[in-house]
């Protein structure tokens, strides 16, 4: 059962999920840098200067093989949950390039290790929502071309896409469903025409 912060959420959990590991790792020492995770654009953190990882949502595509799922008539909607596929383009932006292949090592290893996460509903502890992350396979030419779209050089980076995030329907059903239906005609009388 998910809202529609449910893509908020997803970018918060996976961002706090490298931050917390590239803090375990040695990628801070090594580098003297203490790497942020943002869900900015690469162009907005390379304006300012500091070691981050760029953890940014570039493109939002429906789930063409969930998408004519069932709906959920215990949730009370006539629609099924909107399934979305998330695509990250996941960029290091340190001073320098040694500290850019550590910190991207260490990002490919935490979400190959982890290619599953749960994602917790605050109000109900027992509900949660399943998601995977894998390694995109992306050309250097749709590579480029985001880099185009950004308007900066080229930058190590990797696309991760990121499924099912679903958004659940709040338009509901308008009454019950028809189960059982009966005619009722005055003294038992069957209209002329009629069977």
Avoid: C
């Avoid at 917390?20 to 942020?36: C, F, K, Y």
């Avoid at 709906?71 to 949950?81: F, I, T």
């Amino acid at each position: 059962m998910s809202s529609y912060l449910v893509i908020q959420q997803t970018s918060s959990v996976l961002a706090k999920l490298l931050k917390e590991r590239i803090a375990e790792s040695g990628v801070r020492a090594a580098s003297g840098q203490q790497i942020e995770v943002s869900a900015n654009t690469p162009t907005e953190l390379i304006r300012t200067g500091k070691g981050q990882l760029s953890f940014w949502l570039y493109k939002l595509a429906e789930n063409a093989y969930t998408r004519n799922a069932l709906p959920d008539r215990a949730n009370g909607s006539d629609l099924p949950p909107l399934p979305l596929n998330l695509h990250f383009l996941v960029t290091p932006i340190t001073k320098s390039a040694d500290v850019d292949l550590m910190v991207m090592g260490k990002v490919l290893q935490v979400f190959y290790e982890n290619p599953i996460v749960l994602l917790r509903n605050e109000d109900d502890a027992d509900l949660h929502d399943q998601i995977t992350i894998q390694l995109e396979r992306t050309t250097v030419d749709e590579q480029s071309r985001i880099w185009e779209a950004l308007s900066e050089p080229y930058r190590l980076s990797v696309s991760y896409l990121v499924q099912i995030a679903r958004i659940d329907a709040q338009r509901t059903a308008p009454g019950a469903l028809v189960v059982d239906r009966q005619a009722g005609f005055p003294n038992g009388v069957i209209p002329a025409g009629g069977r």
